[in-house]
């Protein structure tokens, strides 16, 4: 599986960041033998810190917004 997505949950400030790697970026992070190792090089760029985060890193990205127990359209938020 090539990475395309990062999708990183920040506890300090409460954010949820989705980063689409650039294609520079996914080649720039299969010269890691440890994907952590590489996140940690964007870490300025994209302002976040590994430290106090989740993250996971997937192909594709599908998002749902639930509200009341229902999928609802992310304009409604």
Known sequence: MEPRYVIIVDFCIGAL?????TD??????EQYDDIEEYLSTLEDKYGFR????????TENLNVYWYDNGQE???EQF
């Open 17 to 21: 960041n989705i980063i689409r790697l």
């Open 24 to 29: 520079e970026e996914v080649k720039e992070s």
């Open 50 to 57: 590994l430290s106090n985060c989740q993250w996971m890193t």
């Open 72 to 74: 609802v359209s992310m």
